[in-house]
């Protein structure tokens, strides 16, 4: 059985292999100082030994960083004791990349950067960006050297995430696997899934165990990680070095908490998934009021709240919380509301217990993949792709 040990990204060493995956609207910096804060990846301790985990900021482009993007920039926002800054970007064209990676690493202290070839979502795919573009295989190396060659004098390690392929037909991770190792990346992510299938069904874990086999940089796994022996049994049935959490955690930082616990109990040692201590709806309601806070530290009280409305449903998801608390919930406008509406709530209601082990934010289903005319017909770029393929949706 493998035992699991830090994560070691070039000069970079993770203690807890375990990455926070970048997803839009959501890994902004108060929600990663929130999973940071339950995974002990943040304050004095995390700086002399390294984060406990790595905690992804929000998918940026790489020409709304070079153009000087407002909404772009007020993206690289991070936290006093957030000691790595770790960013995911995202770009078609490997000047555009390589001026990004430089302008991260000079300007805006980044430590790790990565790179996103999985957004699956039509708008992006349907001009050959996303989950489309490891097709061209000579363009992701153009992108995935330019990317390292600019990192390389600041130490920034620089690592990717894919999907599978495009569909089942149209596989593409062990050849993006190998053109990242050749690239001089610092470790691959893969999530078990082809675009074709969006988020729906179940990820493909042995595709995760093949790559790892067939490359000899760090491989990362993603896909149905929903509670922390989830990703104790990817790492034993796949020999991944480390797990991406993306849908998991929302509403629950407290994952981080326990894939911690899991994982520094597993290194050097078989892997085992610790105990849960699930919370009680009012230590829920703790979490709830704190999330708030933090946004409201980043952009006022106001907008800040709003802000958190969009995580209610997930935090409350299971609870039986009635439908006029929940609706309230999704208006407040401050903290004072915000109390009110959490003081209704029974704080000793235990956690559902239903809810865990279950998917959780989109799932969808499957659909044919947008292409540009002809993109399948060659492995090889005919002509520069449009600027307009570069889009900042996430997803991966």
């Given at each position: 059985m493998p035992v699991t040990q830090p994560l070691r990204l070039g000069d970079l060493q993770v203690p807890v292999p375990v990455v926070?995956?970048?997803m839009a609207g959501v890994t902004n910096v108060a929600f990663r100082q929130l999973c940071a804060e339950h995974g002990g990846g943040a304050g004095p301790r995390a700086a002399d030994s390294g984060p406990a985990g790595l905690y992804v900021c929000e998918m940026i482009t790489s020409?709304?960083?070079?153009?000087?993007?407002?909404?772009?920039?007020?993206?690289?926002?991070?936290?006093?004791?957030?000691?790595?800054?770790?960013?995911?970007?995202?770009?078609?064209?490997?000047?555009?990349?390589?001026?990004?990676?430089?302008i991260l690493c000079a300007d805006h202290g980044v430590a790790h950067v990565d790179l996103n070839f999985g957004c699956p979502v039509p708008k992006v795919t349907?001009?050959?960006?996303?989950?489309?573009?490891?097709?061209?295989?000579?363009?992701?190396?153009?992108?995935?050297?330019?990317?390292?060659?600019?990192?390389?004098?600041?130490?920034?390690?620089?690592?990717?995430?894919?999907?599978?392929g495009i569909d089942d037909d149209h596989l593409t991770y062990l050849?993006?696997?190998?053109?990242?190792?050749?690239?001089?990346?610092?470790?691959?992510?893969?999530?078990?899934?082809?675009?074709?299938?969006?988020?729906?069904?179940?990820?493909?874990?042995?595709?995760?165990?093949?790559?790892?086999?067939?490359?000899?940089?760090?491989?990362?796994?993603?896909?149905?990680?929903w509670e922390a022996a989830d990703a104790i049994r990817m790492v034993e049935e796949t020999g991944c070095d480390g797990v991406v959490v993306g849908r998991g955690c929302l509403g629950r930082?407290?994952?981080?908490?326990d894939l911690a616990e899991s994982f520094r109990q597993a290194?050097?040692?078989?892997?085992?998934?610790?105990?849960?201590?699930?919370?009680?709806l009012g230590e829920v309601s703790t979490i709830m009021r704190r999330h708030a806070v933090l946004l409201g530290d980043w952009l006022g009280e106001e907008r800040g709240c709003v802000e958190f409305r969009k995580h209610v449903a997930w935090y409350l998801k299971g609870f039986r919380a009635g439908p006029s608390v929940r609706s309230r919930l999704g208006t407040v406008s401050s903290y004072a509301a915000l109390d009110a509406l959490l003081d209704e709530l029974d704080p000793s209601e235990p956690y559902p217990v239903d809810q865990l082990g279950t998917p959780r934010g989109r799932q969808g289903s499957p659909r044919k993949v947008v292409l540009p005319d002809g993109w399948l017909g060659s492995r090889e770029l005919a002509a520069p792709l449009s600027a307009d393929a570069e889009d900042a949706t996430s997803g991966g």
């Open positions: 926070l995956a970048p020409r709304g960083i070079v153009e000087g993007d407002r909404t772009s920039l007020s993206m690289l926002t991070f936290a006093d004791d957030e000691s790595v800054r770790s960013v995911q970007l995202y770009g078609i064209d490997p000047v555009y990349i390589g001026k990004a990676v430089e349907r001009k050959g960006g996303g989950a489309a573009l490891p097709w061209k295989a000579t363009l992701l190396g153009e992108i995935l050297t330019a990317a390292v060659e600019a990192a390389e004098p600041y130490g920034v390690p620089v690592t990717m995430k894919t999907r599978k050849d993006a696997g190998h053109i990242a190792e050749d690239a001089g990346c610092a470790a691959i992510a893969l999530h078990g899934r082809t675009a074709a299938q969006h988020y729906s069904g179940s990820a493909d874990w042995s595709a995760i165990g093949e790559l790892k086999a067939a490359v000899g940089i760090p491989v990362l796994g993603n896909g149905d990680i930082p407290w994952l981080f908490r290194q050097g040692s078989v892997l085992e998934p610790v105990e849960r201590t699930l919370p009680t």
